[in-house]
Every structure is written in C-alpha cells, then in structure tokens.
C-alpha cells in the first residue's frame, strides 16, 4: 500500500484553530472507519489522539476532533497551545489485518 | 501502570539477524493484538507486523518473509525475529498494543528500541 497523504506542514497561533487532511484511497480510509491519529513530540513515543474517525480516548481533549469525507480524513485542534506543537500521524486500516500511516504533519504554534 | 518495554535493538551488518523484545506489564497481554511500529530517523511511521490473540500473524510486503512476529503470553512478551536485514531497516521500532473491540488504532506505545543496519 501507499502511504495516506498529509500536508507536509501547518501552522497557527495560539487560540486559532487548525485542520490537517489525510487522504487516501477508496480501499483503506473510503472503505473502513477506522482512521486514528497520533501526536509525537520529540525524542518521544506516539501517543493516541483519535481512533475509529472520531472518537477521543480518555483523557484526549476535547479540542481535538476527527471527521472523514469519501477519502478523506481530517484531524481538527481548536484553541491551539503551545503544548499542541508536534508532529501528527494518520492510520488506516487497510483490509486483511494491514494498516498504512500518512507520511506526517509538523504542526508549528506561532 | 499499563506498560510496554521494548529492548534488543543495536548495531548490525546487513544480512544479519536481530531479535527485539517487548515487555507488557499493567493489562491482561493474552487479551490484546500486538503490533511493532518502525520510524527510520525524520522519517514517518510505518507498520511492520501484527500478532492476533491466536497467534496469527500479518506483514506488510516490505518485511514479509524476513521479519516474524511472535508471543509468549506466560511471560507478557512480544517478539520480532528480523533475518536478512538491509540499510532500509535502520530505524527505532516500537511495540504498540492495538485498543479493544476491533477499533483498529494503536492505543499503548513503548518507548522503542534502535536498530542500526550498516557495516
């Protein structure tokens, strides 16, 4: 499979919000909803942020939100921090037990 | 505290071997898939393999063939055998457990361990 295509790069001040996309093909993200994201700071793990397109884990605020359109995915940061800066992945599940990540989004608060 | 430990990266020439382990403490391990993660240095995240409750196992066709997942759920562990490994290989691999009720996301990471390829 190919890697789901995110923006290389966003950017936005504190308090504004932003919105990363992640497309794929109609035989991972149009097909199943089961689109995460994760966010990773530095030197540091992935950490879930969203799974099944829009539902937040415990303890995931509630400035974060998902959606999918057709083939698209979008991850949404309302009231940007300072602490959101990070880089943020998309995942797909993609049929018989596989999955596929976006190449990443590098997320700059102003 | 629910944890994953991954250890057994370093340095090897390529067409080598390695084995990575990972250690899950904090939840019942038996009950979960597990997968390994891989990120090769600023670059982004990419599957390696799955490992359901049955032991059955699944690969991406970059790694099929030459990597092999494995458990032991008496010791709460997850392995990754990798044979005949190249240049492309070099990156942090992380064990992650998949969340519950089939929801397909990733939802505990370990720490990740380095693997070096390069003689």
């Known amino acids: 499979q190919s890697a789901l295509t995110q923006p290389a790069s966003v950017s936005g001040s504190p308090g504004q919000s932003i919105t990363i996309s992640c497309t794929g093909t109609?035989?991972?993200?149009?097909?199943?909803?089961?689109v995460s994201w994760y966010q990773q700071h530095p030197g540091k793990a992935p950490k879930l942020m969203i799974y099944e397109v829009s539902k937040r884990p415990s303890g995931v605020s509630n400035r974060f939100s998902g959606s999918k359109s057709g083939n698209t995915a979008s991850l949404t940061i309302s009231g940007l921090q300072a602490e959101d800066e990070a880089d943020y992945y998309c995942?797909?599940?993609?049929?018989?037990?596989?999955?596929?990540f976006g190449g990443g989004t590098k997320l700059t608060v102003l | 505290e629910v944890q994953l430990v991954e250890s057994g990266g370093g340095l090897v020439q390529p067409g080598g071997s390695l084995r990575l382990s990972c250690a899950a403490s904090g939840f019942t391990f038996s009950s979960y898939d597990m997968h390994w993660v891989r990120q090769a240095t600023g670059k982004g995240l990419e599957w390696v393999s799955a490992?359901?409750?049955?032991?059955?196992?699944y690969y991406p066709g970059s790694v099929k063939g030459r990597f092999t997942i494995s458990r032991e759920n008496a010791k709460n562990s997850l392995y990754l055998q990798m044979n005949s490994l190249r240049a492309g290989d070099t990156a942090v691999y992380y064990c992650?457990?998949?969340?519950?009720?089939?929801?397909?996301?990733?939802?505990?990471w370990g720490q990740g361990t380095m693997v070096t390829v390069s003689s």
């Open positions: 995942c797909s599940y993609a049929g018989s037990r596989s999955w596929v």
């Open positions: 992650a457990r998949e969340g519950p009720s089939g929801q397909a996301a990733f939802d505990i």
């Open positions: 490992i359901g409750t049955a032991g059955d196992t």
């Open positions: 109609s035989s991972d993200v149009g097909s199943y909803n089961l």
